[in-house]
T-cell receptor, first 114, second 116 residues
């Protein structure tokens, strides 16, 4: 079956620090991979995605590269801001008979202090 | 509509009562999903609709849970005889992707259900 494992949080950083949130997946076939973000009091929003190996998704200064050899999709940002404080979810979608069903990681809480 | 709309945003109910949660997807989106987010847990898949049919309802936790979708649009998730462990945020999402696996979802803001 499909599964997604994220690094455990919470993660606390100072503003302008470098961020990495690790994500690894197991899946049959070649899934698409996603990062979703949930800001306080809001719903989940798609942050970025990658649909095949070596693709890099990017948005709002965040990046993640689809690494088939290590089955990973780690989220990075070079300089975080207080406004990046949120919960981040990694997800995979195996497609085919799994339709669009996403398998989510447990989520990582990020808090950025001024 | 412009986004996925869910109602109510908050619901407090007594143990043993039935509740109905509503989801209004983005107009034209054929795929609709229900997920549950419990405190300290990730997102748990409940059911998937393509049009009005539900090819995958494997995530429904028990026969107290049911869902329907009418007119290829609005969906209702019903929980009968609610239990305290049903307390969670219920999230609805829609997409235009159908069977494509490269589309992301658009999520609603969720319904926070509290069973007392």
């Amino acid at each position: 079956g499909n599964s997604v494992t994220q690094m455990e949080g919470p993660v606390t950083l100072s503003e302008e620090a470098f961020l990495t949130i690790n994500c690894t997946y197991t899946a049959t076939g070649y899934p698409s991979l996603f990062w979703y973000v949930q800001y306080p009091g809001e719903g989940l929003q798609l942050l970025l995605k990658a649909t095949k190996a070596d693709d890099k998704g990017s948005n709002k200064g965040f990046e993640a590269t689809y690494r088939k050899e290590t089955t990973s999709f780690h989220l990075e940002k070079g300089s975080v801001q207080v406004s990046d404080s949120a919960v981040y979810f990694c997800a995979s979608n195996a497609g085919g008979t799994s339709y669009g069903k996403l398998t989510f990681g447990q989520g990582t809480i990020l808090t950025v202090h001024p | 509509g412009a986004g996925v709309s869910q109602s109510p945003s908050n619901k407090v109910t007594e143990k043993g009562k039935d509740v109905e949660l509503r989801c209004d997807p983005i107009s034209g989106h054929t795929a609709l999903y229900w997920y549950r987010q419990s405190l300290g847990q990730g997102l748990e898949f409940l059911i998937y609709f393509q049009g009005n049919s539900a090819p995958d309802k494997s995530g429904l936790p028990s026969d107290r849970f049911s869902a329907e979708r009418t007119g290829g649009s609005v969906s209702t998730l019903t929980i009968q005889r609610t239990q305290q462990e049903d307390s969670a945020v219920y999230l609805c999402a829609s997409s235009s992707g159908g069977t494509s696996h490269s589309y992301g979802y658009t999520f609603g803001s969720g319904t926070r259900l509290t069973v007392v």
